[in-house]
């Protein structure tokens, strides 16, 4: 687990990841994408797709040998899905809302 917090100053990073959500990220980037996917895995959004190359859905994994709980909206880009998914995982860890 990562002991790194989230600060008001990692806020930064916010629109490189809206630019670039999928591929190689900055450092400072890559360290709060970190921090969010270190959570426990009950509960945590994740995206799924839904057919391949073409079709994302978001997904709330339930625990080990449960199926996750999938939302109905589909997403046509799959960079549409990842920034959804970090949203979620950024409000759960800073409590802040981001908007589009």
Known sequence: ???????????AVVAEFKRKPVGHHSQ???RVLNVLRSNPAYGRYVVLCTKPGR????AELQGRGVAPKIERRRYARIGDAEWEV???????ATGTTLTD
């Not at 687990?1 to 806020?11: E, K, N, Q, V």
């Open 1 to 11: 687990m990562y002991h790194y917090r989230i600060t008001a100053g990692d806020a």
């Open 28 to 30: 400072a980037l890559q």
């Open 55 to 58: 079709e994302w859905a978001i």
């Open 86 to 92: 970090f949203k979620r995982r950024w409000q759960r």
